[in-house]
């Protein structure tokens, strides 16, 4: 069986999580990646390459054809955050501390948060909650550009925690479009029973 992803124009992290979606709905057989840049083109390869299967890449006009095959089924040794997800299992917490993610430029922070969310809406195993303080608050509210994530991300049983001191310094406890008002106590009872990947 043949399987085609057109990837070319999405940002990432969507050609790898198209791509392995592609392949995980194969037995076995031929997945074609088209992707429109070298970043997309590494990462779907280094994606391949964790889960141990062989790809070739052709390029031409500035894109790339990368081809799967797929034997059967194959272990995958992911990795999130630098912590392999087979030690992880679904014992994890996912902190979000700011509304961007890195420091440097919020522009390129907002893109990034934007991005985590929605690979974590596509892991396979997702966490246990996502907990929100400070400004990561905002990523709640009305009009967040990461609400389809966290809504996805939700709808999988994964408890969504805000802040309630950090809504009520910000006034937005009124705004707030998904998940639930937590305290100090209760956030802490949440971070000191799971692994924390903190972006």
């Excluded at 964790?50 to 059967?72: F, H, M, R, S």
């Excluded at 990523?139 to 309630?164: M, P, Q, T």
């Amino acid at each position: 069986m043949l399987k085609e992803v057109d990837c070319r124009g999405l940002e990432c992290p969507r050609p790898v999580i198209l791509t392995r979606q592609a392949l995980e709905s194969l037995e076995k057989g031929t997945v074609v990646a088209l992707v429109d840049n070298t970043i997309a083109r590494d990462n779907v390869i280094r994606m391949v390459q964790g889960l141990k299967l062989d790809a070739t890449v052709q390029e031409k006009a500035g894109e790339y054809q990368i081809t799967i095959n797929k034997e059967g089924s194959s272990a995958s040794a992911e990795v999130f955050c630098g912590v392999a997800m087979e030690e992880v299992k679904d014992d994890w917490v996912l902190l979000l501390s700011a509304d961007v993610m890195g420091r440097g430029n919020d522009e390129l922070g907002k893109i990034l948060v934007k991005s985590l969310l929605y690979t974590v809406a596509n892991k396979d195993i997702p966490p246990k909650a996502v907990v929100m303080l400070n400004t990561g608050v905002k990523l709640a509210c009305k009009d967040s550009l990461v609400l389809d994530s966290l809504e996805a991300i939700a709808a999988r049983g994964v408890d969504i925690v805000s802040c309630g001191t950090c809504l009520e310094f910000f006034k937005l406890k009124e705004f707030l479009a998904i998940g639930r008002i937590g305290n100090m106590y209760d956030i802490v009872e949440i971070l000191a029973a799971h692994r924390v990947v903190n972006a």
